[in-house]
């Protein structure tokens, strides 16, 4: 009875944590922020602030903003402008990581979602 009731209570759970994907008409009626027009500084005080040698970075690109959303069916629904950024940077330990692009999702002015690799749920974001 105790499984029984532990099952039912995960697979709620569960449940209760899904989200659906935004209809085509939610996507194109959805807010995603004012463009960045500077969205290179925004980028380079993003990698600033979040790793461990912000003094090593080494862009070798950063793209134009495009109109982007990211979702999946677990989490929320990010509108924004999807930034792809290619660089290099000392980790943890010192060592370069060598030459990376990560996709970062921008909307007034903030960075609200980073992909690192630019690899969402097995889907390359830039290319």
């Not at 944590?17 to 935004?22: A, Q, R």
């Not at 090593?56 to 690109?61: D, G, N, P, Q, R």
Request: net charge neutral.
């Amino acid at each position: 009875m105790k499984v029984l009731l532990r099952a039912l209570l995960v697979g709620t759970l569960c449940v209760a944590g899904c989200t659906s994907l935004p209809s085509e008409k939610e996507i194109n009626e959805a807010n995603y922020g004012d463009y960045p027009d500077d969205y290179v500084k925004i980028v380079e005080t993003y990698y600033g602030y979040h790793l461990t040698h912000p003094d090593s970075v080494e862009f070798a690109k950063i793209d134009k903003p495009k109109r982007y959303w990211l979702g999946n069916e677990l989490d929320d629904v990010y509108y924004g402008y999807l930034v792809c950024a290619t660089l290099n940077y000392r980790n943890m330990v010192g060592k370069d990581t060598g030459f990376n692009t990560h996709a970062l999702l921008i909307r007034d002015g903030l960075v609200v979602k980073y992909v690192k690799d630019a690899q969402w749920w097995g889907k390359p974001l830039c290319k």
